[in-house]
């Protein structure tokens, strides 16, 4: 007989890959399953030993989930916090595996400038709403490749969007976009975070995918983020392109030397191609967890914990994408994004906009269209959703 009860709760399951899925971004989030474990009597000292003894969980999960709602143990549902997401979607190339709204710039010269000018208006428009609504900027989340563009319009960009004693983050897709201008230029406007889309330092997966860099160019790009102080996020896939376990530790080992302050693994399960998703072998799904098992065994092991945690579309096999952060350096974007903390107010192509009323336990969204062609030729239209979704009214 266990030694924990939970009431009556027709909502719990032993089955946790059963757990709510979030509106906003359509994957499993575990975390609401544990705070319904915690909202039933289970106590936080006890979470672990339920989870496992109880609920019939994997111990190693239990573990993880239990670590990760006791870094968790900050957060505040304040319904005036927001963050603002904008979306930068040009590179100088696309890889293989890019799902993300993205246009090669060499390519997109007939609607480059007429994004700029619509993403500018809509910045401009969420800076009103925030003014009128008297919301504080918990975070700023630059989405795709920033650095990407000229040095001037990052600039301008940033001065519109930037707010002061928040949280900055840029995402950058490639080293190669990190120069010592483009750095100077973040931190003149308080950019705090970077956050490194590196998937892999294995040098034949990343030819495979068609990336143009190696873990040389990461290196020697750190030695001009070291001079400015930026906290950085490494994001890393698990299985990319079928890696064992040993090249899977040594992306961690090699990430960890470069001294990030965060590193996101996530759990991908891509083989060679999109084509050969799902994974329904059951061996290969076996292999997945073992992989996923010992990094958490090896992060925990070098002193980072786990402070987010959700997973893949379950027919994937639910494996988890978790965040990993070393004390006191953990992205509250992320943490706020998969928990469904805060409003967020998106600009820019594919970008969702979330209405939270936590003491109505309320979520709402909409979505910017995914086409830039259609974002540019609907602009008009598109902001006076944004209006309405957001009870804004200029005559007031």
């Given at each position: 007989?266990?030694?924990?009860?939970?009431?009556?709760?027709p909502?719990?399951?032993?089955?946790?890959?059963?757990?709510?899925?979030?509106?906003?971004?359509?994957?499993?989030n575990?975390?609401?399953?544990?705070?319904?474990?915690?909202?039933?009597?289970?106590?936080?000292?006890?979470?672990?030993?339920?989870?496992?003894?109880?609920?019939?969980?994997?111990r190693?999960?239990?573990d993880l989930?239990?670590?990760?709602?006791?870094?968790?143990?900050?957060?505040?549902?304040?319904?005036?916090?927001?963050?603002?997401?904008?979306?930068?979607?040009?590179?100088?190339w696309?890889?293989?595996?890019?799902?993300?709204?993205?246009?090669?710039?060499?390519?997109?010269?007939?609607?480059?400038?007429?994004?700029?000018?619509?993403?500018?208006?809509?910045?401009e428009?969420?800076?009103?709403?925030?003014?009128?609504k008297?919301?504080?900027?918990?975070?700023?989340?630059?989405?795709?490749?920033?650095?990407?563009?000229?040095?001037?319009?990052?600039?301008?960009?940033l001065?519109?969007?930037?707010?002061?004693?928040?949280e900055?983050?840029?995402?950058v897709?490639?080293?190669?976009?990190?120069?010592?201008?483009?750095?100077?230029?973040?931190?003149?406007?308080?950019?705090?975070r970077?956050?490194?889309?590196?998937?892999?330092?294995?040098?034949?997966?990343?030819?495979?995918?068609?990336?143009r860099?190696e873990?040389?160019?990461?290196?020697d790009?750190?030695?001009?983020?070291?001079?400015?102080?930026?906290?950085?996020?490494?994001?890393?896939?698990?299985?990319?392109?079928?890696?064992?376990?040993?090249?899977?530790?040594?992306?961690?080992q090699?990430?960890?030397?470069?001294?990030?302050t965060?590193?996101?693994?996530?759990?991908?399960?891509?083989?060679?191609?999109?084509?050969?998703?799902?994974?329904?072998?059951?061996?290969k799904?076996?292999?997945?967890?073992?992989?996923?098992?010992?990094?958490?065994d090896?992060?925990?092991?070098?002193?980072?914990?786990?402070?987010?945690?959700?997973?893949?579309?379950?027919?994937?096999?639910?494996?988890?994408?978790?965040?990993?952060?070393?004390?006191?350096?953990?992205?509250?974007?992320?943490?706020?994004r998969?928990?469904?903390?805060?409003?967020?107010?998106?600009?820019?192509?594919?970008?969702?906009?979330?209405?939270?009323?936590?003491?109505h336990?309320?979520?709402?969204?909409?979505?910017?269209?995914?086409?830039?062609g259609?974002?540019?030729?609907?602009?008009?239209?598109?902001?006076?959703?944004?209006?309405?979704?957001f009870?804004?009214?200029?005559?007031?």
């Open positions: 007989m266990s030694r924990f009860r939970l009431p009556k709760n909502a719990l399951s032993k089955d946790y890959t059963k757990c709510p899925w979030t509106a906003e971004t359509r994957v499993s575990p975390m609401l399953y544990v705070h319904k474990v915690l909202d039933s009597g289970v106590q936080m000292d006890e979470l672990r030993d339920y989870l496992f003894l109880d609920m019939h969980m994997d190693r999960k239990a989930l239990a670590r990760t709602v006791k870094q968790q143990g900050h957060i505040v549902r304040n319904d005036n916090e927001v963050m603002m997401t904008i979306n930068v979607p040009f590179c100088a696309r890889c293989f595996n890019c799902q993300r709204v993205m246009y090669q710039i060499s390519k997109s010269e007939d609607v480059y400038e007429y994004y700029f000018d619509n993403l500018m208006r809509e910045v428009l969420s800076r009103a709403i925030i003014a009128k008297c919301y504080i900027v918990k975070s700023v989340f630059y989405m795709g490749n920033l650095l990407a563009l000229d040095n001037d319009k990052i600039e301008k960009i001065s519109l969007s930037a707010f002061s004693l928040c900055t983050c840029v995402e897709g490639s080293p190669a976009f990190i120069t010592h201008e483009k750095l100077a230029i973040l931190k003149k406007y308080g950019v705090t970077l956050v490194l889309n590196a998937l892999t330092f294995n040098t034949v997966s990343l030819r495979k995918l068609c990336r860099f873990f040389k160019d990461f290196y790009a750190y030695k001009v983020i070291t001079e400015f102080g930026f906290d950085v996020n490494i994001e890393l896939a698990v299985g990319m392109m079928n890696e064992r376990w040993l090249q899977v530790k040594r992306n961690i090699l990430a960890m030397d470069l001294g990030a965060n590193i996101d693994l996530y759990a991908r399960g891509c083989p060679l191609s999109p084509e050969q998703l799902p994974l329904v072998d059951k061996n799904i076996a292999d997945m967890r073992k992989i996923l098992e010992a990094s958490y090896f992060m925990i092991e070098n002193g980072y914990e786990p402070y987010f945690v959700y997973n893949t579309e379950l027919e994937h096999g639910c494996f988890e994408n978790v965040g990993y952060t070393i004390p006191n350096k953990k992205c509250y974007y992320f943490e706020d998969v928990e469904s903390v805060s409003t967020i107010i998106g600009c820019g192509t594919n970008a969702t906009s979330v209405l939270v009323k936590n003491l336990n309320e979520k709402s969204s909409i979505t910017n269209p995914y086409d830039i259609q974002y540019i030729l609907g602009i008009e239209e598109y902001l006076d959703k944004k209006k309405k979704f009870g804004f009214d200029f005559t007031k």
